[in-house]
């Protein structure tokens, strides 16, 4: 870390609001370009006459960037800087918003995936630069950052429709509108390139970068213990966006009331986004976020089983703040359980890589037990095996330990 980021990192957070308003900028991007999709998707088929296995596809592509694309972003950042792979991250996702809306089918993916790459890039990186502008706060700037996400997530999501309808031009209205928004934070963001021309908190392409290669980290258990929380929590959630509704009508929930059961789902996420890491960098005993998260994801999926509407209702509160909780707590652990910036965007890598894998592999197999079984009751089961596992995880991943010190014997 240069001086320039030594003296920043050392300031109150209200003396660095331009960073803090930089990382919300970025944050509003980091998924409402892809969660504005769904809604507008039947307006999307129509215009381009697809068919619903590539309307599909669309959404799953994203996943599967994420997959692929994370484990280089350590290697970019070596190449370059922490500051020139947001900026082009947030190019390529304003990029991408404008040409998913410029032509046919072909243009609609190049579009998606390159808003996909761009997200990798600030997915695997923010962990990393809250750690360096704010080493002090890691917990309340992610818990910020995080729910920003979530939020805008959702505002976007609701209302895509009535955005959408208020132009002749429709879904790529909807769509579209969102470049707007990208070229403000790349306004904003180009400052950033220029706070420190000499250096520009550049990472050193030496032995310790070299050290966190995917091989590398893939060797350390406590990687591999926030890998199994992210990818735990990244199942059920995709895997609940895809089913949730369908799994609700099979417990005697109408449709129409599913989808504001599903939404509160979403909402509650929000508060507990906010709140969870702070817990965690605050607490001295971390493990006790273990058992919070494991109590919502056990006691929420075995109301599952039950066929009342309240219980039911509670069961999809419950089973949302065990996503926000873990998704945050993830955040804030890339960077609490580094002590180089190499080491966290190491770890944010491979377990974001390995995460969305998963992720995109989870409503594929809820789909087809749901067929093989003809009831959800199996999928509750499998989300029950996979909130134990994220129990077990976050006691592993809480350990006062870091990837540098898990990775010490290799040179």
């Not at 970025?26 to 697809?50: E, H, N, Q």
């Not at 350590?74 to 082009?88: D, G």
């Not at 080493?135 to 700037?141: D, E, K, T």
């Not at 590398?216 to 406590?222: D, G, I, Q, R, T």
Request: aromatic residues 12%.
């Amino acid at each position: 870390m240069n001086s320039l980021d030594n003296q920043l990192s050392d300031r109150p957070i209200l003396g660095q609001w331009k960073f803090l308003i930089s990382i919300i900028l970025i944050a509003t991007m980091m998924r409402v370009p892809l969660t504005v999709v769904g809604p507008l998707m039947g307006d999307i088929k129509a215009d381009l006459m697809i068919s619903n296995t590539v309307a599909g596809l669309l959404t799953t592509i994203p996943l599967i960037i994420f997959g692929l694309v994370s484990p280089y972003v350590i290697r970019i950042v070596q190449l370059s800087s922490l500051r020139h792979t947001v900026f082009i991250a947030i190019i390529l996702i304003f990029l991408g918003l404008l040409i998913r809306v410029m032509g046919d089918i072909n243009m609609f993916i190049t579009g998606t995936i390159l808003i996909a790459i761009g997200i990798t890039f600030t997915n695997v990186a923010m962990p990393s630069f809250v750690m360096l502008k704010f080493p002090f706060q890691i917990g309340i700037i992610t818990g910020i950052y995080s729910t920003t996400m979530n939020l805008v997530s959702g505002l976007g999501s609701g209302f895509a429709v009535p955005i959408s309808h208020s132009s002749e031009h429709g879904y790529k209205f909807g769509l579209g509108i969102w470049a707007a928004l990208a070229l403000v934070a790349l306004i904003v963001w180009i400052r950033q390139l220029f706070l420190n021309p000499k250096t520009l908190a550049r990472f050193v392409v030496n032995r310790e970068g070299n050290k966190f290669t995917f091989k590398n980290v893939a060797k350390s258990k406590l990687v591999w213990a926030i890998t199994a929380l992210f990818g735990g929590q990244s199942i059920i959630f995709y895997s609940l966006v895809a089913w949730a509704p369908t799994m609700l009508v099979d417990k005697g929930i109408s449709l129409h009331a599913a989808g504001y059961y599903f939404m509160a789902l979403q909402l509650i996420v929000i508060p507990t986004t906010f709140v969870f890491p702070m817990l965690i960098a605050k607490l001295e005993n971390q493990k006790i976020i273990a058992y919070l998260i494991g109590a919502f994801f056990l006691f929420g999926f075995l109301l599952f089983f039950t066929t009342n509407a309240i219980l039911l209702f509670i069961a999809m509160l419950l089973i949302g703040a065990g996503i926000g909780a873990s998704f945050s707590s993830c955040m804030a652990l890339f960077a609490l359980k580094a002590e180089t910036h190499s080491g966290s965007i190491g770890m944010s890598g491979f377990a974001q890589s390995v995460g969305y894998i998963f992720a995109a592999i989870g409503p594929i197999l809820m789909g087809l037990l749901f067929d093989l079984f003809n009831s959800t009751n199996m999928n509750i089961i499998i989300f029950l095996i996979i909130g134990l596992i994220s129990f077990v995880a976050t006691i592993v991943a809480t350990e006062k330990t870091t990837i540098e010190a898990s990775l010490s014997h290799i040179k």
